[in-house]
């Protein structure tokens, strides 16, 4: 097991501006980081994966496609072709990074709604393009985790029975689910329940408090999570995900309207160890 945390707490690209984060992250007894793919190229993420090698940290990758241009499940072939060529460009960057893992709403545009749950014809769409790039990222050696949102943030996969659908439909090993915990308490009845029921595609976890803050400060019931995961064998990452207000793009995307820690370095300080207490607690 690896614990990470996501660094769109300090940044959509992180560069070699943000080592003092990353030390300070390294400090608080992380494994690694959860490195945001947005944008650049393909040898800034090289370049970064050599600072995180000198920096003695591993790292994981995430993505969204944040414009209706870019959509595997439009009407639109224009839009899918370009969902598709997005996810090449991804694989390629996180090769590069060096992250075994991309995560993420990678089935649609987050934010896209169409008033309707999903399709037929959407979730055929949605599968035929990760199909197509799931040998790419076998050959890159990088595992694609989709990630179920909840219902404010997208329709097409909100619960993990939602992504263990998809994922059997799409049948590539090289493509799973990440769980998040603060979207499984919007969306399951039994959070843990369905870590149980559909735990072997579980490639992926976010340790994400129920308001975004520090894990631990919050209701999810940590050790009974952590149970769950023991029980199906999972042995990745916990990934520590919160938001806050410092990128005002961002705190608007996911609804921060008030901060839930008092400094960002604090959600590494408490939530790392948190994290690694409780796994080996319940071991
Ligand atoms: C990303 O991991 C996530 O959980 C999303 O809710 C961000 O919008
Ligand atoms: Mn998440």
């Known amino acids: 097991m690896n614990v990470g945390v996501n660094m769109l707490l300090w940044a959509t690209r992180v560069t070699r501006e ?4 990353l030390q300070a992250i390294k400090a608080a007894g ?32 995430s993505m969204a496609f944040v414009t209706p241009e ?29 992250a075994p893992v991309i995560c993420g709403p990678m089935y ?22 990760l199909r197509s790039v799931a040998p790419l990222a076998c050959q890159a050696g990088v595992t694609l985790a989709m990630e179920p949102l909840n219902r404010f943030e997208c329709y097409m996969l909100n619960t ?77 990452w916990l990934v520590i995900e919160a938001f806050g207000r410092a990128l005002p793009g961002l705190a608007a995307a996911t609804k921060i309207w008030r901060d839930l820690f008092a400094d960002a370095l604090d959600v590494a300080r408490v939530g790392v160890p948190f994290a690694r207490e409780t796994w080996e607690r319940t071991l």
């Open 108 to 129: 649609q545009t987050i934010g896209a709604f169409t008033g309707n749950g999903p399709t037929e014809t959407e979730l055929e769409r949605a599968a035929e393009a």
């Open 160 to 236: 993990l029975s939602d992504g263990a659908a998809l994922t059997d439909r799409i049948g590539h090993p090289n493509v799973g689910i990440l769980f998040d915990t603060f979207h499984a308490n919007i969306e399951e009845k039994d959070p843990i329940g369905a870590i149980r029921r559909h735990g072997r595609v579980i490639k992926h976890f976010h340790c994400s408090a129920n308001d975004r803050g520090i894990p631990g400060q919050d209701h999810v019931d940590w050790a009974g999570t952590f149970r769950a995961l023991h029980g199906i064998g999972y042995d990745g």
């Open 30 to 61: 992380a494994d690694g980081v959860e490195i945001p793919i947005m944008e650049g190229e393909v040898a800034a993420y090289r370049e970064l994966g050599k600072l995180l090698d000198e920096l003695g940290l591993k790292r994981t990758s």
């Open 18 to 21: 943000h080592v003092a984060a």
């Open 70 to 98: 870019v959509n595997p499940v439009s009407d639109d072939p224009k839009r899918r072709q370009a969902a598709v060529d997005n996810l090449k460009w991804l694989i390629e960057c996180a090769h590069a990074l060096g």
